[in-house]
């Protein structure tokens, strides 16, 4: 009974502590609404001056959050309030804490937790970026009862599955978010009270545009929308995508001198496409101690020169990051590239957006961007947080007005002349390095092919133009001995042109650069020079030069398509029809020898006689030949059976004749010796002369029988044998040839027969 009591007063005590607990929260969390409209952004210096919860305000101290940022004063108390907010700022201004701090507040304000299911959901562009939002809520909101999921393209999606339902907030990407949509019944978004979407105009972009509106039907239209990017949009189209209510535009930087950071130093310099590899390593020579960023326009680029550099060793760590990589190798290499102080990391933009990386000294961008919103983005990898930095741009003559485009948009930046006496030159390196191991070739080639198409097919000529670009020359500062085979560049720039009066094909520059074999035309027009339609061609243009005097005629320019005269496609089996109509014989193996007139004229006569015969008369031929086979060997199996049963017989008889030891006159001996002699000599040789002449059957040449003298000894030998045999018979016959035989002597003459 004492027991029960006191069970019975502690449980009642954590009620009473409970009910206390929530009474406190439901205080604190009227006091901190009541302050929302009271306070003025000018008078917030700290983070301890805004209406938050002692929660937040924990864990942001203990994060080592005291000041805000200016986006972070103006965005945090609109979106406390509950608006929509279309955030803008300069890179490493501190949006993702701007959102973060709103979104833990207003699950704060409802009391969530795990039983109430996802109550807030932030959606970025990239893995590395949601990992580093990830971290930062656990950081932030460590003093809060919240589950919080990472949800990422790479990982187990069956695990996922179980535990996506309890999490209240959600960081994910774009394109397994809507996996769990469309395949897991446990995850349920009816009751999402707020979603951010980071790096906004990424998101919103065609890439993500058809995942973006899918996501969206699945949403409810009851929620707040928060927007942040440095390059913020400001379309109509994309903001009512989103069904934002009047949403507000907070961008702190906008009448800002500059729209990059105060403190970060730009500069570009002026490089023939065949040079950026040789000024880019001089350059990682002569700075190895800094941290560097390099950003390359594609996956295979970024390989080509990490495994050029790698074997190089330029005197600091060498990383890479790029999309194809797994999930496991991209996060070791984010996290090794924060921590090391002297490296060098080749990326894509893959690393451009959101990321913050402490302490980067420079950021170059090897290959010119796209646009100016990814310019922004890139350099923005540096200078964070009034940190000092320094940006370079590498561009090529011909891409000096995306300069001027630069200075248009209030970007400061500023020319550097190269310096020649540091400059190295690494093309026979590479050149060796191709040679020798063939696998650093077809990457060297597939990085290649893979920029040229990326300028091809992009979309600001005036910028990428593949013409203005000496293929041969840039191919061999790349460690190449050819340009490979680029098949989109086959039917490029050939056209012909009437201008001034003057028929002629105009040959363009690039026509000069690049040579791109068509192997599969040749071949073509070697396979149907037979079957041309069109009879009629010109060989030369203008013979008189008529058209050449300007008075005499005035004809209008026009310009005419190779796409008029299209050639058909010819596969392998139409040309091999082609090549057996003109009688050319294919695929056969040539033997030469010592003797090759003598054997190519045995084979035409072999082939000849192969000819006249046909097929069935050497099948009956063959048919008869092994019926005779067939009867020889049968009489032959006959005999041998008749001698072994004759033997048999013999043997029998000697054993009973032994056995009875009967006294048998010596004429008996005799006349049996002599059966068993003309036995034994029937059995020795066979009677064979009932068999057929071999020579007459196969038509064998007759020719000259020579006996080897192996046989000439054996015969020799059983001719010796033989005479043997009769000289003991003879003496036999002398020594007992009167009188009857005694037992004992007929024992001993038979003895003398058997060993015969």
């Not at 105009?201 to 890439?207: E, H, Q, V």
């Not at 390059?231 to 930087?253: E, F, G, I, M």
């Not at 990682?284 to 680029?301: G, W």
């Not at 990326?347 to 170059?364: E, K, M, N, Q």
């Amino acid at each position: 009974m004492f027991n029960y009591k006191v069970e019975k007063k502690v449980n009642r005590s954590t009620r009473k502590c409970k009910t206390a607990k929530k009474q406190e929260e439901e205080e604190e969390i009227k006091k901190v609404q009541e302050e929302y409209d009271k306070v003025d952004s000018c008078n917030l210096q700290k983070f301890s001056d805004f209406p938050l919860s002692r929660r937040t305000k924990h864990g942001l101290q203990n994060s080592g959050y005291h000041y805000p940022t200016e986006i972070q004063r103006e965005a945090i108390l609109f979106s406390l309030r509950g608006m929509d907010i279309l955030g803008a700022a300069k890179t490493g201004s501190g949006k993702t804490l701007a959102f973060v701090v709103p979104v833990l507040e207003c699950l704060w304000r409802q009391r969530w937790s795990s039983v109430d299911g996802l109550g807030a959901l932030i959606i970025s562009p990239t893995r590395e970026l949601a990992l580093q939002t990830y971290e930062t809520f656990c950081k932030v909101g460590c003093m809060h009862d919240f589950s919080a999921a990472l949800v990422i393209g790479g990982t187990d999606a069956d695990y996922e599955k179980r535990r996506i339902g309890q999490s209240n907030l959600v960081v994910c990407t774009p394109g397994r978010l809507l996996q769990h949509m469309d395949e897991n019944p446990l995850f349920d978004t009816t009751q999402l009270q707020i979603i951010v979407l980071d790096e906004a105009d990424r998101i919103l972009d065609l890439g993500f545009s058809a995942q973006l509106n899918a996501i969206i039907q699945n949403l409810p239209e009851t929620r707040q929308t928060l927007l942040y990017s440095a390059t913020q949009t400001k379309s109509v189209k994309d903001l009512a995508r989103l069904s934002l209510k009047n949403p507000v535009y907070v961008s702190v930087h906008e009448n800002s001198k500059f729209c990059t950071p105060e403190r970060l130093k730009q500069n570009f310099v002026v490089c023939k496409e065949e040079d950026k590899l040789n000024y880019f390593w001089s350059f990682l020579r002569t700075h190895t101690k800094c941290k560097v960023l390099a950003f390359f326009t594609n996956c295979k680029q970024v390989r080509f020169v990490y495994e050029a550099f790698r074997r190089l060793q330029p005197g600091l760590t060498v990383l890479h990051l790029h999309g194809s990589m797994s999930l496991q190798k991209r996060v070791n290499v984010f996290k090794e590239f924060q921590r090391k102080k002297f490296v060098v990391m080749f990326s894509t933009d893959i690393a451009a957006r959101g990321l913050d990386f402490p302490c980067v000294d420079w950021v170059i961008q090897v290959d010119c961007p796209a646009d100016l919103a990814e310019y922004i983005h890139r350099s923005g990898r540096t200078a964070r947080y009034n940190n000092k930095g320094r940006a370079l741009l590498i561009v090529n003559p011909a891409q000096t007005i995306f300069i001027e485009h630069l200075k248009e948009k209030r970007i400061p930046i500023s020319e550097i002349q190269i310096n020649y006496e540091k400059f190295l030159n690494i093309q026979t390196k590479l050149q060796t390095f191709c040679s020798q191991d063939p696998d650093f070739h077809s990457i060297c080639s597939r990085a290649l092919v893979a920029y040229c198409k990326s300028l091809h097919f992009a979309k600001n000529k005036e910028i990428f133009n593949m013409e203005k670009i000496d293929l041969e020359a840039l191919a061999k500062s790349m460690g190449l001995f050819s340009v490979p085979r680029m098949r989109f560049l086959r039917n490029v720039n050939k056209k012909v042109h009437l201008v001034d009066g003057s028929l002629s094909e105009e040959k363009q520059p690039s026509d000069e650069m690049v040579h791109v074999p068509d192997i599969q035309n040749e071949t073509k027009h070697e396979l149907d020079s037979d079957e041309d339609s069109d009879f009629l061609k010109v060989k030369k243009h203008d013979v008189f030069n008529v058209m050449g005097q300007e008075d005499n005629f005035n004809v209008p320019n026009f310009q005419m398509s190779n796409d008029i005269s299209k050639k058909k496609l010819i596969t392998r089996a139409s040309k091999v029809k082609k090549m057996n109509k003109k009688n050319i014989q294919l695929n056969q193996k040539i033997i030469f020898t010592e003797d090759d007139y003598n054997c190519n004229d045995e084979l035409k006569e072999m082939q000849r006689s192969e000819e006249a015969g046909s097929s069935e008369s050497y099948i009956e031929l063959a048919k008869k030949r092994l019926k005779e086979a067939d009867e020889i060997d049968k009489k032959v199996h006959r005999e041998r059976s008749r001698m072994i049963k004759r033997e048999r017989l013999l043997k029998k008889k000697l054993k009973k004749a032994e056995k009875r030891h009967r006294q048998l006159p010596l004429s008996h001996f005799e006349e049996e010796n002599g059966e068993s002699d003309s036995a034994s000599e029937a059995e020795q040789e066979p009677d064979l002369s009932w068999l057929p002449d071999p020579d007459k059957v196969y038509k064998y040449p007759e020719e000259e029988v020579v006996v080897p003298d192996v046989q000439l000894k054996r015969k020799t030998q059983k001719n010796l044998k033989e005479k043997e045999i009769e000289t003991k018979k003879k003496k036999m016959t002398n020594s007992k040839c009167m009188g009857e035989l005694t037992l004992e002597d007929q024992e001993a003459f038979a003895l003398s027969l058997l060993e015969m």
